[in-house]
């Protein structure tokens, strides 16, 4: 059973960073990604990870300002997000699944396990 725990989530000002980890054991899928859930909106894909060479993919809104990084030990996933906007505020989630056609793709038909997520909330 692969497990997922976010931290690091809580409240920022506009142009304010924060900086998410994910706690992931065991690490059994080629990719690790972030998601991100509004209310009333579907869950988005941020930002991905392939194990493998560390190959990211960024939503367009998100890049320039998220970084997804991995740690040397390859058991935690990290979100550094700067120059937060009020539009990143929501909850974050941690999710892990394998490749499609040979990429991680920020799909949630392509994850299989996700964490509880954590909450984000920027003001304006």
């Known amino acids: 059973q692969v497990q997922l725990v976010e931290s690091g989530g809580g409240s920022v000002q506009a142009g304010g960073s924060l900086r998410l980890s994910c706690a992931a054991s065991?690490?059994?899928?080629?990719?690790l990604s972030w998601f991100r859930q509004t209310p009333g909106k579907e869950r988005e894909g941020i930002a991905a990870?392939?194990?493998?060479?560390?190959?990211?993919v960024y939503a367009d809104y998100v890049k320039g300002r998220f970084t997804i990084s991995q740690d040397n030990t390859e058991k935690s996933l990290f979100l550094q997000m700067n120059n937060l906007e009020h539009e990143d505020s929501g909850a974050y989630y941690c999710?892990?699944?394998?490749?499609?056609?040979?990429?991680?793709?920020?799909?949630?038909?392509?994850?299989?396990?996700w964490g509880q997520g954590t909450q984000v909330t920027v003001s304006s």
């Open positions: 999710a892990t699944g394998p490749r499609r056609y040979g990429s991680c793709r920020l799909n949630r038909s392509d994850q299989f396990y």
């Open positions: 065991p690490i059994t899928y080629d990719c």
């Open positions: 990870l392939y194990t493998g060479n560390g190959t990211t």
